[in-house]
């Protein structure tokens, strides 16, 4: 089976600008979840999106949207770049409103963010 | 409040040794689930082992078990018969509520397994 992947791996903004990464789900799952993990931190919960809308989101400002697609793919929008959002985003599927039998979900790699 | 403390950023085990790397947690809801992945340097989370609230037996997965104490809101990674390939972060993480989404990660420990 397909695994999670995410694009770009890495890349460099600079401040005020605007992001977009994506990210294409394990072949069979219809839920889609971001984080953030800044360094040296665990991950936080961005939101989740299942059947193309939003189900829950965390603590980050509305700069940050994201898409689902009828492919479950993903894409992560961030507007108005700034330094704190240096980070690596992970993106996570797993099958059905987020939960198979134990609930684990299934990461990429990540993307590298870095904002200058 | 931080939901999910680890207290060891960093720990050393050698080749072939029981490692047991720390989590407690703290919830008010009775349902729940508790996770830990590895992170090696590729960045990829990797679940390695799970645990539901309600689970009357530690949870095992191979050379992997978690250390369950509900009262004590502990859960405890035990990795048996360390290899070089466990090097990486661990991270603890709880998922509240039967209908909950987001994982709660902690900051993680580093294991450095040494020849």
């Known amino acids: 089976e397909t695994g999670v992947t995410q694009s770009p791996t890495h890349l460099i903004k600079t401040r005020g600008q605007q992001v977009t990464l994506r990210c294409s789900s394990q072949?069979?799952?219809?839920?889609v979840s971001w984080y953030q993990q800044a360094l040296g931190q665990g991950p936080q919960f961005i939101f989740q999106?299942?059947?193309?809308?939003?189900?829950g989101r965390g603590n980050f400002p509305p700069r940050f949207s994201g898409l689902q697609f009828p492919n479950y793919s993903s894409e992560l929008n961030v507007n108005a770049l700034e330094l704190d959002d240096s980070a690596l985003y992970l993106c996570?599927?797993?099958?059905?409103?987020?939960?198979?039998?134990?609930?684990?979900?299934?990461f990429g790699e990540g993307s590298r963010l870095t904002v200058l | 409040a931080q939901k999910i403390t680890q207290t060891q950023p960093g720990m050393f085990v050698q080749e072939k040794e029981a490692v047991t790397l720390d989590c407690t947690y703290d919830t008010s809801d009775p349902s729940y689930g508790l996770f830990w992945y590895k992170q090696p340097s590729s960045g990829e989370m990797i679940f390695l082992i799970y645990?539901?609230?309600?689970?009357?037996q530690n949870a095992t997965e191979g050379r992997y078990s978690l250390n369950f104490q509900k009262a004590r809101k502990s859960a405890n990674l035990v990795i048996s018969a360390s290899q070089l390939g466990d090097s990486a972060m661990y991270f603890c993480a709880m998922r509240e509520g039967p209908a909950g989404y987001a994982l709660n990660f902690g900051k993680g420990t580093s294991l450095l397994v040494t020849p």
């Open positions: 996570a599927s797993s099958l059905a409103g987020g939960h198979s039998n134990t609930g684990e979900l299934f």
């Open positions: 645990q539901g609230s309600y689970d009357q």
């Open positions: 999106y299942y059947r193309e809308e939003e189900n």
């Open positions: 072949s069979g799952h219809n839920t």
